[in-house]
């Protein structure tokens, strides 16, 4: 009997530390999806500006006889969400009247993950691959401890958050047009009686609510430019430090080129079939088009 008990609060405190602040997704323990009614996300852009996205859960819907709940961006429904029992999180878009995976929180290392880029039209969406190559653990403002994984394209991505540029940046489906770089610097719930709870805050974050505070990271990033883009022959690169590593790999993760350079770089890239790719600098991804 004492064998049993015991192995009932053991099933029990381990779906507890599973509890997540937005998506309650995993294989061993049915949560609620999105337990947030609220949240904002504020995103440093430039030094005198920040990017603000406020997003709310309005209810549930059932579209093609499926349940979701939908969600909306600064007021505006943008879609609905659903989750299922093996960790995987659907959102529907609205504007392409399709269900679209928006993150699979089953993660091992070499797993290959996809997403899409809902900036195109619905008949040239393009699909990208990445693969966990790295899972670490992150200590949120509460206290809990959650995975956090990178990937080989430097996408960085907190299990129950999100992508650390925004819940639905790898989507392109953000609202916030960055002057210089996107970076998700806060992640507040707002609850009912006004008071503000940091769930998620950069580690290089000084304030949440203030951009110039926090020029340390801009100089990092402002930097970082490449042009002509499109580009036919040689992309010419602008970078932060006298030593960074790039890598251009297709849209299905294939790495296709690999070195070390200074501040300045031109890239022979006439070999390269017409398409997308991706130039990941320093851990940090873009997209150039080949012509």
């Known amino acids: 009997m004492l064998n049993k008990l015991s192995l009932i609060i053991m099933k029990k405190s381990f779906c507890l530390l599973y509890i997540f602040v937005f998506i309650n997704q995993f294989s061993f323990c049915q949560n609620e999806i999105l337990k947030m009614d609220t949240w904002t996300e504020y995103s440093l852009c430039s030094e005198s500006r920040c ?28 879609g609905a969400v659903r989750e299922t029992m093996d ?3 659907y959102f529907y878009s609205i504007g392409y009247k399709q269900e679209f995976l928006l993150y699979d929180f089953s993660w091992n290392i070499g797993k290959q993950i996809k997403s899409v880029d809902l900036s195109g039209e619905i008949d040239k969406l ?11 653990t992150i200590v949120l403002e509460n206290g809990e401890k959650r995975p956090y994984i990178t990937t080989t394209l430097g996408t960085k991505c907190i299990q129950g958050i999100g992508d650390t540029e925004g819940f639905f940046r790898h989507m392109d489906l953000s ?7 996107h970076k998700l610097w806060c992640v507040i719930d707002t609850k009912i009686n006004g008071e503000d709870i940091i769930i998620y805050k950069d580690e290089q974050c000084n304030d949440c609510y203030s951009c110039s505070d926090n020029l340390a990271v801009l100089e990092s990033n402002k930097a970082i430019s490449l042009s002509p883009n499109p580009v036919k022959d040689k992309l010419t690169l602008t970078l932060p430090t006298d030593n960074n590593e790039i890598k251009i790999l297709d849209l299905q993760g294939k790495l296709l080129l690999q070195q070390n350079v200074g501040f300045s770089a031109e890239i022979n890239v ?15 991804s873009y997209k150039f088009v080949k012509e």
């Open 126 to 136: 393009e699909y990208v691959y990445a693969t966990i190559d790295k899972i670490d």
């Open 175 to 181: 609202r916030v047009d960055c002057e210089i770089a």
């Open 51 to 78: 990017g603000v996205e406020k997003y709310r859960i309005d209810g549930d819907t059932t579209i093609n006889d499926i349940e979701y709940r939908k969600i909306s961006i600064n007021g505006n429904v943008e």
């Open 87 to 89: 960790s995987l999180v």
């Open 270 to 284: 006439s070999m390269l079939q017409t398409g997308t790719y991706v130039l990941v600098v320093n851990g940090e």
